[in-house]
């Protein structure tokens, strides 16, 4: 318990600028509103060749382009719309588990957020993202030490100084999570 008590002592005297990322992009900024979440509804995916909003189809989007939808999509707080899109994507993808876990966190639905996450780390112990929203949701829980030790394995995972150790750094200090 002191151990714990202490780490995150430690944790509290980091001080970081908050960086922003989407559930599963690469780059620490929001993701800027495509025609994807301005014209289209029902979880529909603009297609930029067609010039209109479709269906989400494997045959005609690439693995990121559909995450990228889904990345635009949660961050909107479109978080259905967001599945409807994971359904038809490769479910043995840590990253897909990482977004099911996201999108399920946010909507509250913890337990089931906690799972798509194992399972997202069963398949790749390394996926610091998964391990970063685990932690978040552990914190939102008010389950410090489990953030903690999610925290701690990013940062032995060779995870110091990126979006998912920082983020999580930050909501362990502040008791505040990211929405996107």
Not at 153 to 170: D, F, M, P, V, Y
Request: aromatic share 12%; hydrophobic share 35%; proline share 3%.
């Amino acid at each position: 318990m002191r151990l714990v008590l202490a780490s995150a002592i430690a944790l509290q005297a980091f001080t970081f600028a908050p960086m922003a990322i989407a559930a599963g992009g690469g780059d620490s900024s929001p993701p800027k509103p495509t025609n994807t979440t301005k014209k289209c509804l029902f979880g529909r995916v603009y297609d930029e060749s067609a010039g209109r909003c479709v269906k989400p189809d494997k045959s005609k989007f690439s693995d990121d382009q559909l995450y990228d939808a889904v990345r635009e999509l949660a961050y909107d707080g479109q978080y259905e719309n967001a599945q409807g899109i994971l359904r038809i994507m490769d479910q043995d993808d840590d990253r897909v588990q990482t977004y099911w876990g996201f999108t399920y966190r946010k909507m509250g639905e913890l337990e089931l957020a906690n799972a798509f996450y194992q399972q997202a780390i069963e398949a790749n112990p390394d996926n610091i993202l998964a391990r970063s929203y685990m932690g978040q949701g552990f914190v939102a829980e008010g389950k410090t030490e489990l953030a903690i030790a999610q925290w701690r394995e990013i940062k032995a995972r060779g995870g110091e100084g990126t979006w998912a150790e920082a983020s999580l750094r930050e909501a362990i200090r502040t008791g505040l999570t990211y929405s996107y």
